[in-house]
């Protein structure tokens, strides 16, 4: 689905069709959380626990990422 990047206020925002919106079950006001993956940008519901251990997650790769790079070899 192409969607198109669009100015909101001094900001820019993508609008979501309604048909979009009732597949992923948001409504207006909801939350989103994006995913970085190998594959580009994955949008999904937000889920707090999902975020709190993805900020964990990020905490431990920025506090050991010598030693992570040292076990990707």
């Known amino acids: 689905m192409k969607l198109k990047i669009t100015t909101v206020g001094n900001s820019a925002g993508v609008i979501l069709p309604k048909e979009l919106l009732a ?25 707090p626990e999902l975020a709190a251990q993805m900020e964990v997650a990020e905490q431990v790769m920025r506090e050991r990422r010598n030693l992570l790079h040292k076990l990707a070899k």
């Open 23 to 47: 597949r992923l079950r948001l409504e207006k006001g909801d939350e989103l959380y994006a995913l970085e993956t190998p594959d580009g940008i994955r949008l999904t519901t937000y889920d």
